[in-house]
């Protein structure tokens, strides 16, 4: 097993990594907790994840629905209600066990009950344990766009259990390492998606939280610097984002869309004259390493697009992207729409 610290001071908390953790959960609860609730999907439980799960205090189980679909304000409510229902107070605990899905719907809604109440994660997705359960972003979904409404709301603990990812299909594989590519390049070192892949699981989710784990440290509001943990991401959060409500017909899980974001972001970047093709060609071998896609999905409209974008989280009345540079990834504000929209075009967009 190994640990690492998000060191928040007095909101410090361990993410334990390995086979089996989920079997430490009771050493992690919160002292003052005298019940809970374990927030979760059909999915796991049939799984058996919550098989011999103990707390160490009395607990109840409430299922929450599959998909994006399910990451709305209506599920926040009917949990939020749920917990009022059974007599959690705001000292007890919210235990979020499953993927990323449900570790942003679970903490959003104990962020919101009671205008704060303690939650651990038990991340059985590889999404989950590398990126999704970490750090304390909790949200749900619009029509308007992904991630829309939220809060920060930090966990006590997550325990990144590695035997669990041995029920993943490869759709869910694809979706945690989208989000390992894009940590190829947040690392020390150049990016070489062969190191991760030749180490062992345990160790490659270590590195991966390590680096998020400082990064959450130095800037836990989004104020500047953990905005390069979004790589990628203002395409992806747009193609998601469209395919939610105009085109459902691309089915793509989150970390497809951010190996696409990659390879945009990277060709944005040399548009802007902030890397060279060398750079690009360094993206789509790590992208490609983790036999992810690099293509817009067929019928994306540029315009469109660009539409989703400036309502991203990072944008200030502007299109900000986080970009490759001298300096390595950064946030760049002020990026002027005709040379998104051009790259866009490279990559096939309609116009």
């Not at 917990?83 to 809604?109: E, K, N, P, Y």
């Not at 890397?275 to 690099?294: C, E, F, K, N, S």
């Amino acid at each position: 097993m190994r640990e690492v610290k998000v060191a928040l001071g007095p909101r410090s908390y361990p993410v334990l990594i390995g086979d089996g953790v989920r079997h430490e959960l009771s050493r992690v609860m919160p002292v003052v907790a005298k019940r809970a609730i374990v927030v979760t999907q059909d999915a796991v439980e049939k799984a058996g994840w919550l098989t011999g799960l103990d707390p160490g205090l009395p607990f109840e189980v409430c299922t929450m629905g599959e998909g994006e679909g399910s990451k709305t304000l209506a599920t926040v409510e009917g949990l939020c209600r749920r917990f009022a229902q059974s007599g959690l107070s705001r000292s007890d605990v919210v235990i979020a066990v499953g993927g990323g899905i449900v570790t942003d719907v679970a903490g959003f809604a104990a962020a919101s009950y009671h205008r704060g109440t303690p939650y651990v994660s038990i991340a059985t997705t590889l999404l989950g344990q590398v990126d999704a359960a970490i750090g304390g972003k909790t949200g749900v979904n619009l029509p308007e766009g992904k991630n829309l409404v939220g809060a920060f709301w930090q966990p006590s603990a997550v325990l990144c259990d590695t035997e669990t990812l041995t029920t993943l299909s490869p759709r869910e594989w694809a979706c945690g390492r989208g989000e390992m590519a894009k940590y190829a390049f947040l690392g020390p070192g150049p990016p070489d998606e062969t190191d991760m892949r030749e180490t062992d699981m345990e160790e490659q989710v270590a590195r991966c939280v390590a680096i998020k784990a400082e990064v959450v440290a130095a800037d836990e509001r989004e104020g500047d610097r953990r905005m390069i943990l979004n790589y990628g991401h203002t395409l992806a959060h747009a193609l998601e984002g469209a395919g939610m409500t105009d085109h459902p017909e691309w089915d793509l899980q989150h970390g497809e869309a951010v190996a696409i974001g990659l390879i945009f972001a990277a060709l944005l970047a040399r548009r802007l004259g902030r890397i060279d093709d060398a750079r690009v060609a360094q993206h789509r071998a790590v992208v490609g390493g983790y036999d992810l896609p690099m293509d817009l999905p067929q019928g994306a409209v540029a315009s469109e697009l660009v539409t989703f974008m400036g309502r991203d989280k990072k944008a200030q009345q502007d299109l900000t992207f986080v970009l490759d540079g001298p300096r390595g990834v950064e946030p760049v504000r002020g990026v002027a729409d005709a040379d998104v929209l051009a790259t866009l075009a490279d990559m096939g967009a309609l116009s």
